[in-house]
Nanobody, 115 residues
Framework: QVQLVESGGGSVQPGGSLRLSCKFSGSNFERYTMNWYRQGPGKQRELVAEVSSGGRAYYGNFVKGRFSISRDNDKSLVSLQMNSLKPEDTATYYC?????????WGQGIQVTVAS
């Protein structure tokens, strides 16, 4: 059984930074591809970033060098460093992974970017 718990959200002004973390509970974290998704008001959920078991990172086109995903296998933690935040980054951010064909989501954490 996998459980994901996000932390680190909040409110920030445009241009600011936030760091999100996701704690994975379960076995063999190092084998999982881990993702961050987001869903803004009235928008579909979209992939923000992904990190493979080998550490390869992938980002949504809108990230454009502003975000960085990382993982700490010793702590079963995946993090998303978000810099140069824009109002359009306002969304609920979700940690996600797949295990044996089952999709797992965290509870979501709010990020608000506003003056």
């Amino acid at each position: 059984q996998v459980q994901l718990v996000e932390s680190g959200g909040g409110s920030v002004q445009p241009g600011g930074s936030l760091r999100l973390s996701c704690k994975f509970s379960g076995s063999n974290f190092e084998r999982y591809t881990m993702n961050w998704y987001r869903q803004g008001p009235g928008k579909q959920r979209e992939l923000v970033a992904e990190v493979s078991s080998g550490g390869r990172a992938y980002y949504g086109n809108f990230v454009k060098g502003r975000f960085s995903i990382s993982r700490d296998n010793d702590k079963s933690l995946v993090s998303l460093q978000m810099n140069s935040l824009k109002p359009e980054d306002t969304a609920t951010y979700y940690c996600h992974t797949i295990s044996k064909g089952v999709l797992y989501w965290g509870q979501g954490i709010q990020v608000t970017v506003a003056s």
